[in-house]
């Protein structure tokens, strides 16, 4: 073939690769005099090499780097859909479940609120509030600018710090105010929850980084500080009145003693006898709150990442923070009813949250709700019982215990809701695991 008739077939072979590969990458390498870079997505990145016959190569970028005449791309594609974190599994899993987060989450809690009753009403009030405050603000840093597992890990530990020291700190001092705020607090805790689900939803849904959405929350912790330093008032003498008195006067208290009752605070000075008695006397409210956490959080960390519907416009994060946002609002709702409903035997929200863990449970397993519509219904619901839950528990604590008793009992109260949600992270971490490998 004469050289001309050669030079002319070789630019139609380019130009017949050009407008394919113009259809499928969005270029045009007949372009090949000025380099391009498309940064369309992560991960993507080939070279496009063009060898002495005029045929295009596609190879590795540093494979082709080395023979010349080549440039970098990305591929483009019109219609991007998420890579499944594991394409072996029907569930697209995490490599790291969102249990094992949990963990690094309650764990410093759990250790907190079971030193608590011990020796924690040795530090005054103030010094806590500021500890606790202090490792919110350091968590929201350490996580926004980290970069490795490790790192992020640290940074959840000091949130779990901080919420454990918050929660055992605050609900102690309850017991020196009238028992109305009870109610007050735990709509306020579901609020944080459902403010937080919320906030990161909206920033990041708007376009927001998950960095700067982070530092975005940094005036929290001030917020905390501020309220508690500048606002909160010194309490007074307890008259729970009216209703509550009336309320107060027909349970049956958890101990029956003769002593007069003692002015809010001296629990601190409660002997070890004293404290095992009371402790004996919460079980029946401690033993329900712990199976409904547990139900709960095996739920949230082990079941929520598996209840993956794809015949939806959702992506599977998206359907992730969707249910945390509902389950927030249930708990948020169900938290601020107390002035509406009250319930004495929780051991019956216990008992319908376990049925709800197997219910949820058996659909991961066999996959027959055909609507993810379905599943925000009973995540809301998952929610509503949880709260309903934690405030009437607290409630009826401080109704049945006399001021003595009542900062203890708080304290030791609390380790309830911590305890099932540590005991579900251990069991959810293997199921998910196990889960996961299932084709």
Not at 56 to 70: C, D, F, H, Q, V
Not at 254 to 270: V, Y
Not at 395 to 400: D, G, Q, Y
Not at 412 to 432: F, K, N, Q, R, W
């Given at each position: 073939?004469?050289?001309?008739?050669?030079?002319?077939?070789?630019?139609?072979?380019?130009?017949?690769?050009?407008?394919?590969?113009?259809?499928?990458?969005?270029?045009?390498?007949?372009?090949?005099?000025?380099?391009?870079?498309?940064?369309?997505?992560?991960?993507?990145?080939?070279?496009?090499?063009?060898?002495?016959?005029?045929?295009?190569?596609?190879?590795?970028?540093?494979?082709?780097?080395?023979?010349?005449?080549?440039?970098?791309?990305?591929?483009?594609d019109p219609d991007p859909t998420p890579t499944p974190h594991n394409s072996t599994s029907r569930f697209d899993c995490n490599s790291v479940s969102t249990a094992a987060v949990?963990?690094?989450?309650?764990?410093?809690?759990?250790?907190?609120?079971?030193?608590?009753?011990?020796?924690?009403?040795?530090?005054?009030?103030?010094?806590?509030?500021?500890?606790?405050?202090?490792?919110?603000?350091?968590?929201?840093?350490?996580?926004?600018?980290?970069?490795?597992?490790?790192?992020?890990?640290?940074?959840?530990?000091?949130?779990?710090?901080?919420?454990?020291?918050?929660?055992?700190?605050?609900?102690?001092?309850?017991?020196?105010?009238?028992?109305?705020?009870?109610?007050?607090?735990?709509?306020?805790?579901?609020?944080?929850?459902?403010?937080?689900?919320?906030?990161?939803?909206?920033?990041?849904?708007?376009?927001?980084?998950?960095?700067?959405?982070?530092?975005?929350?940094?005036?929290?912790?001030?917020?905390?500080?501020?309220?508690?330093?500048?606002?909160?008032?010194?309490?007074?003498?307890?008259?729970?009145?009216?209703?509550?008195?009336?309320?107060?006067?027909?349970?049956?208290?958890?101990?029956?003693?003769?002593?007069?009752?003692?002015?809010?605070?001296?629990?601190?000075?409660?002997?070890?006898?004293?404290?095992?008695?009371?402790?004996?006397?919460?079980?029946?409210?401690?033993?329900?709150?712990?199976?409904?956490?547990?139900?709960?959080?095996?739920?949230?960390?082990?079941?929520?990442?598996?209840?993956?519907?794809?015949?939806?416009?959702?992506?599977?994060?998206?359907?992730?923070?969707?249910?945390?946002?509902?389950?927030?609002?249930?708990?948020?709702?169900?938290?601020?009813?107390?002035?509406?409903?009250?319930?004495?035997?929780?051991?019956?929200?216990?008992?319908?949250?376990?049925?709800?863990?197997?219910?949820?449970?058996?659909?991961v397993w066999l996959s027959f709700l055909p609507s993810i519509y379905l599943v925000f219904?009973?995540?809301?619901?998952?929610?509503?019982?949880?709260?309903?839950?934690?405030?009437?528990?607290?409630?009826?604590?401080?109704?049945?215990?006399?001021?003595?008793?009542?900062?203890?009992?708080?304290?030791?109260?609390?380790?309830?809701?911590?305890?099932?949600?540590?005991?579900?992270?251990?069991?959810?971490?293997?199921?998910?695991?196990?889960?996961?490998?299932?084709?």
């Amino acid at each position: 073939m004469e050289p001309g008739v050669r030079a002319v077939a070789r630019r139609a072979r380019v130009q017949r690769r050009s407008r394919s590969w113009d259809r499928q990458w969005g270029v045009d390498p007949s372009h090949l005099s000025q380099p391009l870079i498309r940064p369309i997505r992560a991960n993507s990145e080939l070279s496009l090499t063009l060898d002495p016959s005029g045929d295009l190569n596609l190879m590795p970028w540093e494979a082709a780097r080395a023979r010349g005449s080549a440039f970098r791309i990305r591929r483009v594609d019109p219609d991007p859909t998420p890579t499944p974190h594991n394409s072996t599994s029907r569930f697209d899993c995490n490599s790291v479940s969102t249990a094992a987060v949990l963990l690094a989450d309650i764990l410093p809690t759990l250790i907190i609120k079971l030193l608590a009753p011990l020796g924690l009403h040795l530090l005054p009030y103030s010094p806590r509030v500021l500890t606790s405050g202090i490792c919110a603000a350091g968590s929201f840093i350490l996580v926004a600018f980290s970069h490795s597992v490790a790192t992020s890990l640290c940074g959840v530990v000091l949130a779990s710090i901080s919420s454990g020291l918050g929660e055992v700190t605050f609900l102690s001092l309850t017991s020196f105010y009238p028992r109305t705020v009870i109610s007050w607090w735990s709509s306020g805790t579901g609020g944080a929850g459902l403010l937080g689900a919320l906030s990161y939803l909206g920033l990041t849904q708007a376009g927001l980084s998950p960095q700067h959405t982070l530092l975005s929350m940094l005036g929290i912790p001030a917020l905390m500080l501020a309220s508690y330093f500048l606002l909160l008032t010194s309490p007074g003498s307890q008259d729970p009145g009216g209703e509550e008195e009336a309320e107060t006067a027909a349970r049956q208290p958890l101990i029956n003693s003769e002593a007069p009752e003692l002015k809010p605070g001296s629990g601190s000075h409660l002997s070890l006898q004293e404290r095992w008695t009371v402790f004996k006397g919460l079980l029946h409210y401690i033993v329900p709150l712990v199976l409904v956490y547990f139900a709960e959080y095996f739920i949230n960390q082990g079941l929520f990442e598996l209840l993956f519907f794809r015949n939806t416009f959702l992506s599977h994060a998206q359907q992730y923070r969707w249910y945390q946002m509902l389950y927030q609002a249930g708990v948020f709702a169900s938290r601020s009813s107390l002035r509406c409903c009250h319930i004495r035997h929780t051991w019956a929200l216990a008992l319908l949250q376990c049925l709800n863990l197997a219910f949820l449970l058996a659909d991961v397993w066999l996959s027959f709700l055909p609507s993810i519509y379905l599943v925000f219904l009973i995540i809301l619901y998952e929610g509503l019982l949880g709260g309903a839950a934690y405030v009437n528990t607290f409630h009826n604590i401080a109704l049945e215990t006399s001021d003595e008793h009542r900062e203890f009992a708080m304290a030791t109260a609390c380790i309830s809701d911590t305890l099932g949600i540590s005991l579900s992270g251990l069991l959810a971490l293997p199921l998910h695991d196990f889960l996961c490998r299932l084709s």
